[in-house]
């Protein structure tokens, strides 16, 4: 990829902008006093916050750049694959009033604690391996995005593959880790306005000025890019979108974060807002870039460089830095998301557990050791399993198909037993394998079929069990 053209002064904005983020690391952590603290930030996030490190998270590396190749040469595929995921999105914030209220009374901080104290252990280690397998493939899959950008834009400056990965291992490692929730949030508010301001609105309007103004874009546009189709493997990723929603736990713990149950609603609504409108405006960007660089796999070698590619063709010297850093800003704020609530399944939902007599100090210092293990775990996976992004693929349609449905019920249905959630868990994650192994009948997604057997069976075998087997309801 030929980026020789950056400029000293882009560099010199890149490197400073990975400097902030360490700083704002080293900022935060004097506000660690406890595990409220580490996890959910105290529980003070506001409504500005909320709605900044929700849609800071949500826009990662298959969010921006991803699917703005995906318009580049599938056109509104990409806004049509995002829909069901902003319906769920919608959705979660109406249900995350009543998360922040259950997380404030009964001092919950993860979706396992909440089935810990309705479900018991069992339930509780079952999801948290869950999540910390499926989190940690994200983490991977984002330090390879990130690493791909840093080697592109290092790559003059003799910065190779491996160097970008580790560069980026550590930066998001060390603020994540050393602040927690604090630093996750507040530099999530940082990469927000910088996604927004040198990605979402310095590119586009650049890219239009460029051709001539939105008129000539659209009479020079194949309208045909823009007629929706659906088959079998959009259909599994709707399904899978607009389950795993119910189960994000990235959202889920924001939701707890939230200063009051009114916050958690506006600020969680807002982001989706927000995020609708940037998947609307990386459409923009994939098809625009059709125009502007009509042959960009062959002189880039993937269609996920558009974005990038047109930042360094489009905007001046200074701007483009701001613009790339701007990139990674997405995949950072995803990555260090995902980190967190890694260490806090391994940490505090299954080392707790096992390990009840751990105080809140040895917890945090441990969540701490965990982090450098399944940061660079994640990057090990970046570097060489070549197969990172199946296996991703494949842990969040398990996660959603199993754990998406029981996250719900374990809010809201007071008739959910153990046996029931168990069953819907088991037979979600065993038919969602057995559906992929047999490969993926009649092109259909496997969380379709795992998320219908988890229904059914949590619903059957907890009516069937919930006068025998009563679980403890948690009223808001």
């Known amino acids: 990829m030929n980026f020789s053209h950056i400029t000293f002064l882009d560099m010199a904005i890149i490197v400073g902008y990975l400097l902030v983020m360490f700083a704002v690391g080293a900022i935060f952590v004097k506000e660690i006093k406890g595990l409220d603290d580490y996890y959910v ?5 506001g409504p500005v916050v909320l709605m900044a490190t929700v849609c800071a998270t949500t826009v990662g590396g298959s969010a921006m750049m991803g699917r703005a190749g995906l318009g580049y040469t599938n056109g509104i595929e990409c806004v049509i694959t995002a829909i069901p995921y902003i ?3 919608i959705v979660f914030s109406g249900i995350s009033g009543r998360i922040q209220r259950v997380g404030c009374k009964y001092g919950v901080k993860s979706i396992p604690d909440l089935f810990d104290k309705r479900f018991g252990k069992t339930a509780k280690c079952i999801l948290s391996a869950m999540i910390a397998f499926a989190m940690t493939g994200t983490v991977a899959a984002q330090v390879t995005a990130t690493a791909t950008i840093v080697k592109m834009l290092g790559g003059q ?8 990965a580790f560069i980026a291992t550590v930066v998001f490692l060390f603020y994540t880790a050393s602040s927690g929730m604090f630093g996750v949030v507040y530099t999530d508010v940082i990469q927000f306005f910088m996604m927004v301001v040198f990605v979402y609105i310095a590119i586009p309007v650049a890219s239009a000025v460029h051709v001539g103004g939105i008129d000539v874009f659209w009479s020079n546009l194949d309208k045909n890019y ?3 189709h659906i088959d079998g493997n959009i259909l599994g990723d709707i399904v899978t979108y607009l389950v795993y929603t119910m189960a994000g736990a990235e959202m889920w713990q924001r939701a707890f974060a939230a200063k009051t149950s009114k916050i958690a609603k506006r600020g969680m609504l807002c982001g989706t807002i927000v995020y609708s409108v940037m998947i609307v ?8 870039a059709q125009q502007i660089l009509p042959n960009v796999y062959a002189e880039y070698g993937s ?3 558009v974005i990038p590619a047109l930042a360094v063709t489009m905007l001046p010297a200074g701007i483009t830095g701001l613009s790339l850093a701007g990139i990674l800003s997405a995949l950072m704020s995803t990555s260090d998301s995902y980190l967190l609530v890694s260490m806090q399944a391994v940490v505090h939902d299954i080392g707790r557990t096992v390990f009840p007599e751990l105080t809140e100090k040895q917890e945090i210092r441990y969540s701490r050791i965990v982090s450098v ?3 660079f775990g994640a990057l090990f996976i970046a570097l060489y399993i070549k197969s990172a992004y199946d296996v991703l693929m494949f842990a969040w349609s398990f996660y959603a198909a199993s754990a998406g449905i029981p996250s719900v019920a374990a809010l809201f249905w007071k008739k959910a037993t153990t046996p029931g959630i168990l069953s819907g868990m088991i037979g979600g994650f065993a038919t969602t394998v057995g559906w992929k192994l047999a490969g993926t009948p009649f092109g259909i997604g496997e969380t379709v079929p795992g998320a219908i057997v988890c229904s059914i069976l949590l619903v059957s075998v907890s009516l069937k069990t919930h006068n025998q087997t009563p679980s ?3 009223e808001a």
């Open 472 to 474: 403890k309801f948690l």
């Open 281 to 288: 405006l990386v459409l923009f960007i994939g098809l625009i």
């Open 303 to 305: 269609t996920d460089a």
């Open 41 to 45: 930030a105290g529980r003070s996030l």
């Open 87 to 89: 319906l769920g999105m």
């Open 226 to 228: 823009l007629v929706p």
């Open 373 to 375: 293990f399944i940061s």
């Open 157 to 164: 400056f003799g910065i190779s593959y491996e160097m970008g």
